[in-house]
């Protein structure tokens, strides 16, 4: 499962398609964006057309899970399905999609859309004020790369040097004028680690940044 930092519009992997109502007329997918927990799932589109265009309207039914280790099933998906989604079904420390679609030819000329989300992605750690939340910072990125056992290296937090951590996203949020007069921060993260390409490779690759 790919670990979204900073903001991302991705698509993900369906890990249930089902079908209900009397002529099978509604669609149910569940879809897996990240690891978890994200600060947010935003926008939902459907063949990068938003799923709150009018053409959708009745259409379309959205439920978000950010990821938490506490999320619960939806009741909604186990009522549809039958019993083939389950209480059991909770994707803990998984952010996810569940769509419903109602048929409509004319609002799904070409078919199954293909579903993609804007995500916020990973709540990290900053040593500077103790707080976990959304950051895009690289510094911060690469500290909850480091020390996360689940998807990361793995150190222990007690085994960084937190005053480097803390000088490096210090200057990471540093304002830096841009040719149109405005000020940005000067380095940001914004991406996918993959957990198959090995720690070494994704920390490089988040060092990029």
Request: aromatic content about 8%; charged content about 20%.
């Amino acid at each position: 499962i790919p670990v979204v930092y900073g903001t991302r519009r991705k698509g993900g992997t369906r890990v249930l398609t089902e079908v209900s109502g009397a002529t099978n007329e509604f669609l149910h997918l569940v879809i897996s964006l990240s690891e978890g927990e994200v600060s947010a799932i935003n926008t939902v589109y459907l063949d990068d057309v938003a799923s709150t265009d009018s053409r959708f309207s009745g259409l379309v039914t959205i439920e978000k899970y950010v990821g938490t280790d506490a999320q619960v099933a939806s009741a909604a998906l186990i009522s549809a399905t039958g019993g083939k989604w389950t209480a059991n079904d909770q994707g803990k420390g998984v952010a996810y999609v569940y769509v419903r679609l109602a048929w409509s030819e004319s609002a799904f000329p070409s078919g199954l859309p293909t579903i993609t989300a804007d995500v916020d992605g990973k709540l990290v750690f900053d040593p500077r004020n103790g707080n976990t939340a959304f950051s895009d910072n690289p510094a911060l990125c690469v500290r909850d790369y480091m020390t996360n056992s689940r998807y990361g290296r793995g150190i222990p937090a007690s085994a960084l040097n937190d005053h480097s951590f803390k000088d490096a996203a210090d200057y990471c949020d540093g304002l830096v004028a841009t040719p149109d007069g405005t000020n940005e921060k000067r380095y940001t993260c914004d991406g996918l680690v993959d957990p198959d390409r090995g720690w070494l490779g994704n920390l490089r690759l988040l060092l990029t940044s």
